[in-house]
């Protein structure tokens, strides 16, 4: 590897390890994991940089990377992340998926602190597709076609998934939310 390219390679890549390593954690739950799949990333990243695009979104570029690695770790480990149909998920939690005045609005509703352990305990319940939906786009605050991309599937189902985690949350996470001062409705008296 050239000293051009290196240098390249540390000040575009090297200034998104905190957020690669979060999201890492995030995904495998385990901080020993974690380190691994940072680690990983990065030295494939390192190997790849000539199929990065100077000038474009190096974290977004990272996450598939990382993504990409957490896949074929599970794969190769016969553990890959499972899929659940909608049909399945709407069975499973019939009261996320109820048409009521609540769940409509849980997509206005974001949390304040990601790191909170009612919040990442709702995210570790989710359904693998869905968590990472919730990952790139709300906490990574990857554009819905960065996250698309990182996860190798169209705009639209990372939207659909998107909404589908929304509601989910929204409703697991609705005591906690009204406790923040987040979602109480002002009711009109006649």
């Known amino acids: 590897m050239d000293d051009s390219r290196r ?3 540390e000040s575009e890549a090297l200034p998104h390890l905190k957020a690669v390593y979060n999201h890492a954690w995030r995904l495998a739950r385990r901080e020993e994991d974690a ?3 940072a680690q990983e990333t990065f030295l494939r990243a390192y190997r790849a940089f000539d199929t990065y ?3 474009t979104h190096a974290r977004a570029w990272l996450l598939k990377v990382l993504y990409s690695v957490f896949v074929n770790r599970y ?3 016969r553990r890959s992340p499972a899929e659940v149909s909608i049909d399945e998920m709407e069975a499973r ?3 996320h998926f109820a048409a009521s005045e609540e769940a409509k609005d849980v997509d206005s509703w974001r949390p304040s602190s990601w790191a909170a352990p009612e919040v990442e305990a709702a995210l ?3 359904p693998e597709a869905f968590r990472q939906a919730v990952l790139l786009v709300d906490v990574e605050e990857l554009t819905y076609e960065e996250a698309s ?3 190798d599937c169209p705009v639209g189902t990372v939207r659909s998934r998107l909404f589908r985690a929304r509601r989910i949350l929204g409703v697991v996470l609705e005591d906690y939310a009204r406790g923040r001062g ?3 409705r002002k009711t009109e008296t006649s």
């Open 124 to 126: 570790a319940e989710l």
């Open 149 to 151: 991309a990182a996860l």
């Open 182 to 184: 987040h979602g109480a």
């Open 93 to 95: 939690y019939p009261r």
């Open 7 to 9: 240098k390249r390679f």
């Open 75 to 77: 794969r190769r480990d």
């Open 53 to 55: 695009t100077p000038g």
């Open 35 to 37: 380190r691994d799949l």
